[in-house]
């Protein structure tokens, strides 16, 4: 069965960067875009961009564009996405999730969620 | 970006009724291929959200026929035939046309 296995739960100064990861099993790694989205304490939701595993391109949202970097690891099917430069309002539940199969099947499954707490 | 709003914010249902989710978009969902990119997702407390509906009226594999989606264009709808207490959480509608991806504000389902 499809899993997304995230990192567990940090604590980050302000101004520091956090790496979170995302294990993947269940599936050919290869064959499924991984997207990242985040959700601030009580608000809703945000896709902050996507990596193709195959090929290691990655395409951003425009507000995290220079602060935020998705990578992957195909050797542990593992994909990072690595938040710089935080700040008190990135203090957030970071989830990543697959594209499926089929045409416009985005996010048919989702990590656990990884908490980032942004704190001095 | 595509701005995309819901409505109610809030909806309290009482179980067996039936309920009802609005989805509107800033700009039309329709691909040239035909389908309408709007996907619908359930957050349940405490989880992670989960895919329900994709393509405007497809369900996702596992989930239950007594939700449906329609619509098409910029306006779309979510519906519950019977609501059971397991329903209950916050439903977001999100564009998956362009990137970047945008969520509505969420609806709060709650039993009365």
């Known amino acids: 069965q499809v899993q997304l296995v995230q990192s567990g739960a940090e604590v980050m100064q302000p101004g520091a960067s956090v790496k979170v990861s995302c294990k993947a099993s269940?599936?050919?790694?290869?064959?499924?875009?991984l997207h990242w989205v985040r959700q601030a304490p009580g608000q809703g939701l945000e896709w902050m961009g996507w990596?193709?595993?195959?090929?290691?391109?990655?395409k951003y949202a425009q507000k995290f564009q220079g602060r935020v970097t998705v990578t992957r690891d195909t050797s542990i099917s593992t994909v990072y996405m690595e938040l710089s430069r935080l700040r008190s309002d990135d203090t957030a539940i970071y989830y990543c999730?697959?594209?499926?199969?089929?045409?416009?099947?985005?996010?048919?499954?989702w990590g656990q969620g990884t908490l980032v707490t942004v704190s001095s | 970006d595509v701005v995309m709003t819901q409505s109610p914010l809030s909806l309290p249902v009482t179980p067996g009724e039936p309920a009802s989710i609005s989805c509107r978009s800033s700009?039309?969902?329709?691909?040239?291929?035909?389908?309408?990119?709007l996907s619908w997702f359930l957050q349940k407390p405490g989880q992670s959200p989960h895919l329900l509906i994709f393509?405007?009226?497809n369900r996702a594999s596992g989930v239950p026929d007594r939700f449906s989606g329609s619509g098409s264009g910029t306006d779309f709808t979510l519906k519950i035939s019977r609501v059971e207490a397991e329903d209950v959480g916050v439903y977001y509608c999100?564009?998956?046309?362009?990137?970047?991806?945008?969520f509505g504000q969420g609806t709060r389902l709650e039993i009365k």
């Open positions: 999100m564009e998956a046309l362009q990137t970047p991806y945008t």
């Open positions: 700009q039309s969902l329709l691909h040239s291929n035909g389908y309408n990119y």
């Open positions: 990596i193709n595993p195959n090929t290691g391109g990655t």
């Open positions: 269940g599936y050919t790694f290869n064959g499924n875009y």
């Open positions: 999730a697959r594209d499926g199969p089929l045409t416009g099947d985005l996010f048919d499954y």
């Open positions: 393509l405007g009226s």
